[in-house]
Structure formats: C-alpha cells, structure tokens
C-alpha cells in the first residue's frame, strides 16, 4: 500500500498516535455538539435541566397519614413501567415520583 516507503519504529508510532489523537479529538467533539444540542432543543421544550431549581407546584399538600402500601407488583414489571414512563417523558427517573399503579382489564 505504502509501494517502497519504509517507516521506522518511531514513525510508525508517530503515525499511530496522530491517528489515535484524531479519532479521540472527533469523538470529543462530537460529545460537545450533543450536548449543546440537548440542551438547546431542552430550552425549546421548556424541559427543566439538572443545574436550574425545581418548579413548586401549586397543589397542596397532601395530608400526614399515609394509605399502606401494595408492594406485591413484580419489580421487573415495576421497572419496566418506571422506564417506559421515563422514555415517553424524555426526563431522569429522579425528576418523578410514581404513587400508584392500577391495573385496568
């Protein structure tokens, strides 16, 4: 491929490491541009980013005695819910708060 040229072992270190360097370098700006890009699609949204407070909302709250809980759900379908909700959302689980499930046939 190269025909007669002959590289050295510290030219084809060289040329090893300048490929590597590259191919990082593209890789790092390509993180760079996904991130300026969520975060300015986010704006639009009017999504809420991690470093901004979180809104309070309106409701009161609600009273002190609490009703006991069913926790006899499968958690792998617990999960799965939690997930789903969490793709269709396009928010982090923590941003949620799930407080009942019901099953509807």
Do not use: C, H, Y
């Not at 009161?60 to 819910?81: H, Y």
């Not at 909700?85 to 708060?97: D, G, K, L, T, Y």
């Amino acid at each position: 491929m190269l025909g007669n040229v002959e590289l050295t072992i510290g030219e084809a270190l060289g040329v090893s490491l300048t490929g590597v360097t590259v191919v990082f370098l593209a890789l790092i700006s390509l993180l760079i541009a996904i991130i300026i890009i969520s975060k300015i699609v986010g704006g639009i949204e009017g999504t809420v980013s991690k470093g901004a407070a979180p809104q309070k909302s309106t409701q009161p709250s609600a009273p002190a005695a609490k009703k006991a809980v069913d926790n006899s759900m499968d958690p792998a379908l617990l999960a799965a819910i939690v997930g789903a909700i969490s793709m269709q959302e396009r928010s982090r689980v923590e941003s949620f708060r799930i407080v009942s499930i019901t099953e509807q046939k």
